[in-house]
């Protein structure tokens, strides 16, 4: 939380509030990402790119990904949205157009901001509350239909609660895509693999969202329609597995 609320969401929050004009995603993402060129994964080459181009093609990326499953799609809800950035950026494409968009978030410091660049950028979009890691987890109630996403945030959740792939599944989404480090996809024969599995121990993220994914389908709560190890990487250490899943609906009674 200390991570986020202060030292990230909560500085570029001081800087937007300074700004007589207002700041649009497009420029916060400039200052939040802003940097040297750095080593990234790009299907599996190691490139140098400059930080800023490589954030923007991923959410590219992940628009067109999302844009494929557009059709008929009621909302579009991120868990762990940070600044809003990544969803307002796959948002702006015009199939999404009549989309209701919401921003689930821990931090008080990432739905303000997500509240502030929305409307700098004329966009309507519903910031609340959420810890994914709460047994409840979600008061949220997103219309069936919805294509439910999450990007770099269930990785910092110690455990998935017991719950939660049944609560996400109890919403009738169109479909629920993750784009998380999963260790599990990390490969132990060479050493950016084993570099990438120490990183994530080292930094206590997540290490079991691909099996607990996994483990949900054996249940027959989700069915997997995809999963692509190492998707993306704008930090070679951390690459993102695309995994996409749908509920299975059961027969009541
Ligand atoms: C690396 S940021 C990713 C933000 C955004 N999804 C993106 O891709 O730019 C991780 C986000 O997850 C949020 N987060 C961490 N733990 C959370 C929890 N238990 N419940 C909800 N959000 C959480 C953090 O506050 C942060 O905004």
Sequence with gaps: MREFERDKWG???????????????????????????????????????????????????LRETIVAHAVGATALVELGAGYGSVLLGVAADPALARCQLTAAELTPSGRR???????????????????????SIMQLTPAPGSIIFTSFALMYLNRLPSVFFERVASWRPSMV?????????SDTQTILGLLQRRYAEVNGYNLTIASDICAAQAQGIVEVTLSEPNWVGTNPLLPGSLIMWRPVHRASG
């Design 11 to 61: 500085r570029l929050l001081e800087r937007v509030l300074q700004s007589p004009t207002g700041v649009d995603v497009k420029e916060l993402d400039e200052w939040f990402h802003n940097g040297l060129p750095s080593l990234v994964l790009d299907q599996g080459e190691l490139v140098l790119r400059d930080p800023v181009a490589a954030y923007r093609s991923y959410v590219a990326l």
């Design 177 to 185: 895509i993750h784009v998380e480090p999963c260790t599990e996809h």
């Design 113 to 135: 901001l997500t509240k502030l660049v929305a409307a700098a950028t004329g966009m309507l979009v519903e910031a609340v509350e959420c810890d994914l890691e709460a047994e």
